[in-house]
């Protein structure tokens, strides 16, 4: 069992990461002096899976286990949801020194952490994060929260979780289609952490797709740790944490022109970062070779490169709008080289466009 420590202001907490550490959950919870009750929010097709494993862990260490299912989809991280999930903490009884678990994807730990940060000011909070994007980037840094109708993520906390169980085998029945999605992130975390990473990931990212765990494991871990030392550096988002957002300002704009329908997170993170790697061979001479090589791997692993069935002109203007940005030049986070990001470049508005373009002609 690997054990990971996050170490923020607001909280130290282990990220355990194993193939098979689901199972050990409960033995490790108590290994931390918890004891009482662990209500498990998750959605039915997790449920179905690793809700048992899950159950019997905890049950099998002492805990009083309850579980409460949701339907899978964004529109469950809705302050509606939330408040039937207070109902449902409230009449199980619910108490300061319980755990809320939540297994899931980022839906379910951003839901389930909210209600977790919010009932009675906090209960204590165990992530099992089971897509490969929650095992990399959302069921750790604290950030939880839940959609209004105008907007996503806009009413949330900073909350850190108390445990985090990574157990990469859960992969294993993840639809294909999210898996894609997750690696999205994990190209990001290339680019972020450096060459080694970069090119040992454009090698094997075969292993990866084949879920072969002796290689899926130590990316994930790198990925988690990036995050981690991240994290701990700028917990609430004044800073260096905005480094996380490399290929994401291009990548929300194309979310937001195609109305959150024509491209999923993951498929637009890929053009994103596609763009902000040609804008950083531009702005910081950026070797050409990785735009190249990103635009091949992107391919490789069944992300787009060519920006179909939304205007340049919706995305810019969505780039324009984004909280991150101002006026037409857009706040962006490029590369000085592989593993050495910059944040808050200001990018001039023709060079976006540019780029934006280039994206639809998919070369
Ligand atoms: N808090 C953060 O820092 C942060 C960061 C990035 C994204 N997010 C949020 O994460 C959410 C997206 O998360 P996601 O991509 O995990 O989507 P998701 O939670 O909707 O999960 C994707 C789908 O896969 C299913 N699934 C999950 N694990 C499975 C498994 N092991 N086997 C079979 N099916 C499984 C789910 O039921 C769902 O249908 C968004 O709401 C986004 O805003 C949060
Ligand atoms: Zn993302």
């Given at each position: ?24 959950t ?10 009482g ?24 260490t ?18 509606g949801?939330?408040?039937?999930l ?40 165990i ?18 929260g ?12 900073f ?5 985090v ?16 999605e ?13 060459d ?35 994290v ?59 735009g ?21 002109d ?12 101002d ?37």
């Open positions: 069992m690997i054990q990971l420590v996050a170490n923020t202001r607001s909280r130290e907490y282990p990220v355990f990461l194993s193939e098979g550490a689901l199972e050990e409960g033995k490790l919870w108590r290994s931390l002096g918890n004891r009750k662990v209500v498990i929010i998750t959605d039915d097709n997790v449920a179905a899976l690793h809700l048992p494993g899950l159950e019997e862990s905890l049950a099998a002492g805990f009083i286990v309850n579980a409460v299912k949701v339907q899978p989809g964004e529109e469950a991280k809705s302050l949801k939330a408040t039937a207070y109902s449902g903490l409230f009449d199980l009884k619910t108490r300061r020194h319980d755990a809320v678990c939540a297994l899931g994807g980022g839906v379910i730990g951003d839901l389930a952490g909210f209600v977790a940060s919010t009932y009675m000011r906090g209960v204590k909070l992530q099992v994060p089971t897509s490969l994007l929650s095992q990399v980037d959302s069921s750790i840094g604290g950030k939880v839940v959609n209004i109708p105008q907007a996503k993520n806009y009413v949330g906390a909350y850190q979780p108390h445990m169980i990574t157990d990469p085998a859960l992969l294993e029945t993840l639809p294909r289609r999210e898996l894609v997750g690696l999205a992130e994990v190209v990001k975390y290339c680019l972020l952490s450096g080694d990473f970069f090119s040992n990931f454009e090698f094997s990212y075969q292993e990866f797709l084949s879920l072969n765990m002796a290689y899926v494991e130590p990316v994930v871990r790198r990925c988690i740790e990036y995050k981690l030392r991240v701990s550096e700028d917990e609430r988002d004044f800073g260096r944490r905005a480094v996380l957002n490399l290929g994401h300002t291009v990548g929300h704009g194309i979310e937001a022109a195609g109305a959150y329908q024509a491209y999923s997170h993951g498929q637009a993170l890929a053009l994103g970062l596609l763009a902000a790697v040609r804008l950083s061979e531009q702005v910081f001479m950026l070797p050409a070779e990785y190249e090589r990103l635009w091949s791997l992107l391919g490789l692993l069944g992300l787009p490169v060519k920006l179909e069935g939304v205007s340049p919706d995305v810019l203007t969505a780039v324009a709008r984004d909280k991150k940005a006026d037409l030049s857009a706040n962006m986070v490029l590369l000085k080289s592989l593993g050495d990001p910059v944040i808050n470049c200001d990018v001039d508005a023709g060079l976006l466009r540019s780029q934006v373009e280039r994206l639809v002609r998919g070369d």
